[in-house]
């Protein structure tokens, strides 16, 4: 689009302060959606520059988690796995967590780490730790490739649950969008964050059923409180995601629908924060 | 539709001055402020806690479609805040712009440029960042790559290029860049001599071809050949708009470009650079007079006056010359003799004058700018103004002026030629 030559009425744009909340402007974002991609594609390529082993990583990351899982979980600590083999057991849960935590991660810093960017040019600011969370479905397609190997090696095939999937991964990164929007924005202000990301992101992956099953939990904590354990939105992810490729049962649909709220209440509440934050991001930031 | 293609009206800029140092809190200041809040209430500290400046303030002004309009001030003037609030970088907190067409804006080149991405990655990256089309961006890849020179280089990492090659790629891509408003900072205050005229060639390009541009610089004869109209901003205010010629004119002659004296006052004194107060810097002619043109083959004396409210251990205040381009001469410290350095380890609360004088034959003709900068070594940088003052050295009767031409070079030193005669061309005839 050269608009040299087609001053069209629509590139008018009016500055001024902004008072109350700020609107939601898809409209802006998709004008912007070639630098959401040419963004998504630096991540990627600055991701593995100068390491030796490049996108193995991807693989070895959640391989290697999952050795360790297996041998304290299920070896020392002995916890069922759902009768399905311990490795694909686990290893399906960490791709939907690393795809989570690598993305909130990336994220929450991404504002601070783009600060020279965010100081010297226009943009929706959203587009930045947006395009850090689609930056990690590359990662999470290639470990992706490993599990469908492991399917095959333990001769598990999928019913036709696998098609709620994509449901998953997308209620995996929305979780992602609204955690990373509250922890970007609020990095801006308190350097804080910072500290806060690993911390978080270990914490959360202690009470969300990756190395043992959702139902281990559910029958240990009265039933009133369940819905305590389910506001975790990967709780709903994990379980989703061993339906999806392994068969095995939700615990419920009610403790599902509690996740979905969650990670919807995640994401509207982020977005909001956000975009009443953005006007002073390069100020502040 | 209107025939205006930017149309400022009352437009302002207020920031929060914190008494604190850093501009981004931890929670535990949050934390902290919010339990001595009811201490702090019953001391009346509250209003203490942050000042608001105005950066910009009522400015109002408009740019036909197709004109190039300048913008001249000091530092902190508000040309920055106000090109900030057009490319939409940062909000402003009172009035209203309305831009009519896509706009460019160059608050510095190769914004977004990755050191690890390879030169052909990043004029894809920054090209998109500056909000060109991908397809625009691969339509222009040769003649981007071309204008920069760096073609041999283009699949390499930018960490591995020079500072000049890292300039010139992210310059080109700055350059292939067609908005119709173009919005351009003090970008081309970098790069060597041959490469700013490039870019200013390459802008007189863009302004030829009928596209709107604000320009901000410090460099007056950029400003002259590039622009018609221009706007002085001093302190955030619009004082003076004009055809740039009379612009320049007013802003060099009015004071506001310091000619001669520089006062602070107290609201551009940051609070961090207590105990440093500054009070004003001059530079005088042989007879004491404070002037803003001074002659070459005189000497001038330049002085800082200050005050220290406490002591300051390993003090020194000094400036540097640069030239009216921004390039530095030279540096140098009141404390720069072991003599006075001893003396004055520890500098004891009081009024202060530091003089220094240039000796005569030293500069050539041209405009100076001096800075100034007082810290402790290693500890603590308390003040510091890159373009404190600016004056004038005119080199009349200078060596060398029975030849009416400009000499190269920001020095004119008087130099003890001696000519020897080795062989006398009549002796070897005889």
């Known amino acids: 689009m050269s608009a040299v030559t087609n001053p069209a009425a629509s590139d008018t744009v009016i500055i001024k302060p902004q008072r109350g909340l700020a609107g939601f402007d898809l409209h802006e974002l998709w004008r912007f959606r070639e630098l959401i991609f040419f963004l998504t594609w630096r991540d990627i390529l600055v991701r593995y520059k100068q390491t030796l082993l490049g996108g193995t990583w991807a693989i070895l990351q959640p391989l290697l988690q999952m050795f360790v899982f297996n041998f304290i979980f299920g070896n020392i600590a002995g916890l069922s796995s759902a009768g399905i083999p311990r490795p694909i057991f686990t290893y399906a849960a960490l791709l939907p967590w690393n795809l989570f935590a690598n993305a909130v991660g990336d994220a929450g810093r991404s504002l601070v780490t783009n600060r020279n960017m965010i100081t010297k040019v226009y943009f929706p600011r959203l587009i930045i730790p947006l395009s850090d969370i689609l930056s990690g479905i590359l990662d999470f397609a290639i470990a992706f490739l490993i599990l469908v190997g492991m399917m095959f090696y333990y001769g598990i095939f999928p019913n036709e649950a696998i098609w709620t999937l994509p449901f998953y991964m997308l209620l995996s990164m929305v979780t992602a969008l609204g955690v990373g929007l509250w922890l970007s924005a609020l990095n801006v202000h308190y350097r804080d964050v910072k500290y806060i990301i690993p911390f978080l992101t270990q914490f959360w992956m202690l009470i969300t059923p990756i190395a043992y099953e959702a139902k281990e939990i559910y029958d240990r904590i009265p039933e009133g409180l369940h819905w305590l354990f389910a506001l975790n939105p990967m709780v709903g992810v994990i379980e989703g995601f061993r339906a999806a490729l392994l068969g095995t049962p939700i615990y419920s649909t009610d403790t599902l629908w509690i996740s979905i709220v969650t990670a919807i209440t995640l994401l509207v509440t982020g977005l909001i924060y956000f975009r009443n934050m953005e006007r002073t991001f390069a100020d502040t930031v | 539709m209107s025939n205006y293609a930017i149309e400022v009206r009352g437009l302002g800029k207020q920031y929060r001055l914190g008494g604190k140092s850093s501009n981004y809190r931890t929670l535990r200041d949050t934390i902290v402020d919010t339990v001595t809040f009811p201490v702090r209430l019953l001391k009346g500290e509250l209003r203490n806690r942050s000042e608001l400046i105005w950066a910009l303030r009522d400015v109002s002004f408009e740019v036909e479609r197709g004109k190039v309009l300048g913008v001249i001030g000091r530092n902190g003037a508000g040309k ?117 005229r490039k870019c200013l060639g390459k802008m007189s390009d863009v302004a030829e071809a009928g596209r709107t541009v604000l320009f901000v610089s410090h460099n007056m004869s950029a400003i002259l050949r590039l622009t018609e109209e221009s706007i002085v901003l001093d302190r955030g205010q619009m004082v003076y708009r004009a055809p740039t010629r009379q612009a320049v004119d007013f802003y060099m002659s009015s004071g506001l470009s310091q000619s001669g004296e520089r006062v602070w006052s107290a609201e551009e004194i940051s609070a961090e650079a207590a105990p440093f107060k500054p009070i004003a810097m001059r530079v005088r002619d042989p007879q004491g007079k404070v002037a803003d043109t001074l002659q070459s083959r005189q000497p001038v004396e330049f002085e800082i006056e200050y005050e220290l409210s406490t002591p300051v251990q390993g003090l020194r205040v000094g400036v540097y010359l640069q030239t009216g381009r921004g390039e530095v001469i030279f540096t140098s410290f009141d404390t720069d003799e072991p003599e006075l350095y001893n003396k004055y380890a520890t500098r004891a609360p009081g009024h202060y004058v530091s003089r220094a004088v240039l000796p005569a034959n030293f500069l050539n003709e041209g405009q100076y700018v001096l800075g100034i900068n007082a810290s402790a070594f290693r500890v603590r940088r308390f003040f510091q103004d890159e373009r404190a003052l600016a004056f004038n050295v005119d080199s009349m009767g200078a060596p060398g002026t029975q030849w009416p031409e400009p000499r190269q070079g920001p020095v004119r030193p008087q130099l003890d030629w001696r000519i020897e005669v080795l062989e006398s061309a009549e002796k070897v005839r005889a």
């Open chain 2, 80 to 196: 920055s805040t106000l090109l900030k609030i057009l490319s939409r970088v940062t909000e402003p907190s009172a009035g209203y712009a309305e831009i009519r067409g896509r706009v460019g804006s160059l608050l510095e080149v190769g914004t977004g440029f990755h050191p690890e991405l390879t030169g052909r990655e990043n004029i894809f990256l920054n090209g998109a960042v500056l909000g060109m089309k991908r397809r625009e961006i691969a339509g222009k890849f040769d003649e981007i790559v071309e204008f920069s020179g760096v073609a041999k280089f283009i699949d390499t990492a930018v960490k591995h290029y020079s500072s000049g090659m890292y300039l010139r790629l992210a310059f080109s891509v700055a350059a292939h860049l067609e908005p119709e408003i173009l919005v351009v900072d003090e970008v081309l205050a970098v790069g060597d001599a041959e490469f700013q």
